[in-house]
């Protein structure tokens, strides 16, 4: 069963957190000052219906008659007040009704063995109650509002900043070694952001230098491999004619296309790598390298357009991607110009799923359908020429019109590059255009 998740941003945790401990608060102190409140009112009533009846009662033993409220033995006297009474002693008493307001009855005894008692409704109390709960009500609100305000405040910062350290966490990944994401953080503030970019920060120069270190090394050895495996042609072709020479001369020449493609990858790393541009028919180039690198390929021309590129690394991209096509697929093979955009198509089993999902990578030559032999370098030096041209290379499967074919697998492999409209210039950066308007 799928676990039901709720994704919010930290902004709005912190917003409904400072929310609701404001709600709590502000409710637990009204409901203490309603309660205090009302205790100190009832009884400031209780004291003052006493010494009205106490008044009372020193009139009516003066003979003096009892004035409208007060009564001699009411019948409604409540009976703990009653019995308080006929003991002697004065006294008061809260009764609270199920409905309306309560009532504060005081009583005294008189000397002819009667009760004297006087009882009011809490309503000029319970006015005043109301007000001070309406203002309460009122103050709380705007707590609970001032509190979300100040929490939308603090934590769309803290989003803001997350969110700049994410952009340029994400550019780190995508191969921008210049980015630093604590200076993307910036703010005048420091916490725990500032730390998590540091250690972002640190980390991605620690892999960086690794990188570097590996790519150094995998240039030093492919080196120091050139110089011996030249001489092994060298003396392969001293050989005597034969199968077993041609087997020798033939694992020879795999091995120094093998050098040479490692020397390739590890100058591509190093982004140190210029494109030497000229101004070219796109359609006229492609259908002529085409034809001289894979004759039985197909080229179709939907539309011309001269590009600013470098041909050789152009022709080294078209190269590999033809040679994939051969080596993994299955023919025909059809390449298309569209613009500043060429297909390359076979009908083979298509590309491995972790090609499509992570990009090439060097000596990872996927499954065994698309795979068996080759090193896996042949489309990474597309990619990173690609990268030098300021294009964008892009790999995907396609299906047959009736879905997948007998074996369960895709219809064909399709890599398209698409080319851009400025390129880069002689610094590898990209020129500034002028937009109309």
């Known amino acids: 069963m799928k676990r039901f998740t709720l994704r919010t941003g930290i902004r709005w945790k912190i917003t409904i957190a400072i929310a609701a401990v404001g709600a709590l608060i502000t409710l637990a102190l009204s409901l203490v000052v309603h309660s205090a409140a009302r205790t100190s009112m009832l009884e400031s009533q209780r004291d003052t219906q006493l010494e009205r009846v106490k008044y009372i009662a020193r009139n009516a033993e003066a003979g003096r008659k009892p004035p409208m409220g007060a009564k001699l033995n009411d019948p409604d006297l409540p009976q703990q007040l009653r019995d308080k009474a006929l003991s002697g002693r004065l006294g008061t008493f809260i009764q609270n009704k199920p409905k309306g307001l309560p009532e504060v009855w005081a009583a005294v005894p008189?000397?002819?063995?009667?009760?004297?008692?006087?009882?009011?409704?809490?309503?000029?109390?319970?006015?005043?109650?109301?007000?001070?709960?309406?203002?309460?009500?009122?103050?709380?609100?705007?707590?609970?509002?001032?509190?979300?305000?100040?929490?939308?405040?603090?934590?769309?910062?803290?989003?803001?900043?997350?969110?700049?350290?994410?952009?340029?966490?994400?550019?780190?990944?995508?191969?921008?070694?210049?980015?630093?994401?604590?200076?993307?953080?910036?703010?005048?503030v420091r916490d725990e952001t500032d730390d998590l970019a540091r250690a972002v920060d640190a980390m991605a120069d620690a892999l960086q230098q690794r990188l570097e270190a590996e790519r150094r090394v995998t240039a030093d050895i492919a080196h120091e491999l050139r110089t011996p495996v030249t001489g092994?042609?060298?003396?392969?072709?001293?050989?005597?004619?034969?199968?077993?020479?041609?087997?020798?001369?033939?694992?020879?020449?795999?091995?120094?296309?093998?050098?040479?493609?490692?020397?390739?990858?590890?100058?591509?790393?190093?982004?140190?790598?210029?494109?030497?541009?000229?101004?070219?028919?796109l359609g006229e180039f492609v259908s002529r390298r085409v034809a001289s690198l894979m004759p039985e390929a197909s080229v179709r021309i939907v539309a011309d357009e001269i590009?600013?590129?470098?041909?050789?690394?152009?022709?080294?991209?078209?190269?590999?991607?033809?040679?994939?096509?051969?080596?993994?697929?299955?023919?025909?093979?059809?390449?298309?110009?569209?613009?500043?955009?060429?297909?390359?198509?076979?009908?083979?089993?298509?590309?491995?799923?972790?090609?499509?999902?992570?990009?090439?990578?060097r000596f990872r030559t996927g499954s065994t359908d698309r795979a068996g032999v080759g090193h896996g370098l042949g489309l990474t030096i597309a990619a990173g020429q690609a990268r030098v041209l300021g294009a964008r290379l892009t790999f995907r499967n396609v299906a047959a019109p009736g879905g997948i074919d007998r074996e369960g697998r895709a219809a064909g492999a399709v890599a398209v590059l698409w080319l851009p409209e400025h390129a880069p210039t002689a610094t590898g950066s990209f020129p500034v255009v002028q937009l109309p308007g």
């Not at 109390?125 to 001070?132: F, G, I, K, Q, T």
């Open 110 to 188: 008189l000397g002819n063995g009667q009760v004297l008692s006087l009882h009011s409704q809490f309503r000029e109390s319970a006015n005043m109650m109301r007000d001070l709960d309406r203002a309460l009500a009122i103050g709380s609100l705007a707590v609970v509002l001032g509190g979300s305000a100040l929490g939308v405040l603090i934590g769309g910062q803290i989003s803001r900043r997350l969110r700049k350290a994410v952009t340029a966490a994400e550019k780190v990944a995508l191969g921008d070694p210049d980015v630093r994401v604590r200076d993307a953080v910036g703010g005048v």
């Open 232 to 281: 092994l042609l060298t003396a392969a072709e001293l050989l005597p004619p034969g199968r077993p020479t041609e087997l020798v001369r033939d694992r020879a020449q795999a091995m120094r296309v093998l050098v040479e493609d490692v020397l390739e990858v590890a100058r591509l790393d190093s982004a140190s790598e210029r494109a030497e541009l000229q101004d070219v028919a």
């Open 307 to 361: 590009v600013s590129t470098d041909p050789r690394r152009l022709e080294r991209i078209l190269g590999n991607l033809l040679a994939n096509a051969a080596r993994y697929g299955r023919p025909p093979v059809q390449v298309d110009v569209e613009g500043r955009v060429v297909r390359v198509r076979d009908h083979g089993p298509g590309f491995p799923e972790a090609l499509l999902r992570e990009g090439p990578s």
